[in-house]
C-alpha cells in the first residue's frame, strides 16, 4: 500500500461515480462550506490537495483537503473501496489529510463525514463537535475537527 498524491480528474471520478452518485449540487475541487454552518466563496481560492491509496497500483482510496478563509483546513472526500476497507486505508489518507493541514499552518482541521465514517475520523483523534444532521449526500453528517496547538 502506498499514498500518493492524485489529480482531480483522479479524484473527481471517484466522487462522482462512488462516494456521491446522486449528488445534484456541483463537485468541485474545492468547497465553500464554512466549520459549523454557512458558506465563503473564499474557500474556492484555495489550491487543494489530493490524496490516493494504491495497492498493487490500483486506486482503492482517496481523500482530499484544503485551507479556508478562516485558517482552517476542510478534510472532504473519504472513500475506500468497499472490497478493501477494515485495513485501516481511511486512517492514513486522514493521517495523511491531517499532516497537510499541519504544514500549510492551519489553526485547525476539521471535516463533516457521515455517520458510517464516524469511527475512523474518530481513530484519527477528531472530535464531534455537532449533532448529526442531514446534508445533500447522507442522512446522517456531523462536523468535526482537530485543534492543532
Not at 71 to 77: A, D, M, P, V
Not at 97 to 103: G, K, N, S, W
Request: with cysteine; glycine share 6%; charged share 20%.
Amino acid at each position: 500500500m502506498i499514498i500518493k498524491r492524485v489529480s482531480w480528474q483522479d479524484i473527481e471520478y471517484i466522487w462522482k461515480t462512488f462516494l456521491w452518485p446522486d449528488r445534484v449540487s456541483a463537485i468541485e475541487p474545492t468547497s465553500a462550506m464554512v466549520y459549523l454552518k454557512g458558506y465563503n466563496s473564499m474557500n474556492m481560492t484555495y489550491l487543494p490537495s489530493f490524496f490516493g491509496c494504491f495497492v498493487d497500483a490500483k486506486l482503492v482510496g482517496v481523500n482530499s483537503g484544503h485551507r479556508c478563509a478562516d485558517n482552517s483546513y476542510r478534510s472532504r472526500g473519504l472513500w475506500v473501496d468497499p472490497l478493501y476497507r477494515g485495513n485501516g486505508y481511511g486512517k492514513i489518507l486522514l493521517e495523511t489529510t491531517v499532516r497537510q493541514a499541519m504544514e500549510e499552518s492551519s489553526s485547525f482541521i476539521w471535516s463533516f463525514p457521515r455517520r458510517t465514517s464516524w469511527p475512523t475520523y474518530k481513530s484519527v483523534g477528531f472530535k464531534k463537535t455537532s449533532k448529526w444532521m442531514q446534508s445533500e449526500t447522507s442522512d446522517a453528517n456531523s462536523y468535526c475537527r482537530i485543534l492543532f496547538d
